[in-house]
Nanobody
Framework: QVQLVESGGGLVQAGGSLRLSCAAS????????MGWYRQAPGKQRELVAL???????NYADSVKGRFTISRDNTKRTVYLQMNSLKPEDTAVYYC????????????WGQGTQVTVSS
């Protein structure tokens, strides 16, 4: 079992920045791929950024060059630094952990709201 708790969401003006944090407990954090997803009203949940066990990263095209995902294994925390925010970034942001056993197990946080005003 993995428990994920996000923080850092809020209201920001377009062009501003926010940093999201996701604290994990309950499993060996350093052996999990971690990611951030988001879901806007009326839309499907989409991948924003992923960081693997080895530290490799992958980003949605819409956030490349603006968002940065990172992890601190000693603090069991993954971060999403969001710069140059746009109104279309408004969504609930969810932290995800992929735990590999005989299959891939997905765990989710409760989500944190990010609202970008124009």
């Amino acid at each position: 079992q993995v428990q994920l708790v996000e923080s850092g969401g809020g209201l920001v003006q377009a062009g501003g920045s926010l940093r999201l944090s996701c604290a994990a407990s309950g499993s060996s954090f350093s052996r999990n791929d971690m990611g951030w997803y988001r879901q806007a009203p009326g839309k499907q949940r989409e991948l924003v950024a992923l960081i693997t066990i080895s530290g490799s990263t992958n980003y949605a095209d819409s956030v490349k060059g603006r968002f940065t995902i990172s992890r601190d294994n000693t603090k069991r925390t993954v971060y999403l630094q969001m710069n140059s925010l746009k109104p279309e970034d408004t969504a609930v942001y969810y932290c995800n952990a992929k735990v590999y056993t005989s299959r891939v197990n997905d765990y989710w946080g409760q989500g944190t709201q990010v609202t970008v005003s124009s």
